[in-house]
């Protein structure tokens, strides 16, 4: 069963930065295109970023251009999302998605980032 686990979430001040992971296992990590996707209390789940099987095309919401970057090493089975100057706004829990045409969609737990001084 494909598997995918975030970590890296936390506590942090406006304006502070983190790093989210996370490690995929049990498929063909590099026919993935990856996404995170975040959902703040109240709200809608949202696409914050993706990044195209190769890692050469990456998009992002309009509300992190310039802030976020997403990455990923196929090497390791990873996806990162750096994540700078981050706001209140940005409070969220974080999930990683992996989706493949015609083998679906699979999705992580979440890992919670707050952005409070």
């Known amino acids: 069963q494909v598997q995918l686990v975030e970590s890296g979430g936390g506590l942090v001040q406006p304006g502070g930065s983190l790093r989210l992971s996370c490690a995929a296992s049990?498929?063909?990590?590099?026919?993935?295109?990856m996404r995170w996707y975040r959902q703040a209390p109240g709200k809608e789940r949202e696409m914050v970023a993706s990044?195209?099987?190769?890692?050469?095309?990456?998009n992002y919401a309009d509300s992190v251009k310039g802030r976020f970057t997403i990455s990923r090493d196929n090497a390791k089975n990873m996806v990162y999302l750096e994540m700078n100057s981050l706001a209140p706004e940005d409070t969220a829990v974080y999930y990683c998605?992996?989706?493949?045409?015609?083998?679906?969609?699979?999705w992580g737990q979440g890992t919670q980032v707050t952005v409070s001084s």
């Open positions: 998605s992996a989706e493949r045409f015609r083998y679906g969609v699979y």
């Open positions: 049990r498929l063909t990590f590099s026919m993935y295109i």
């Open positions: 990044i195209s099987t190769a890692g050469d095309n990456t």
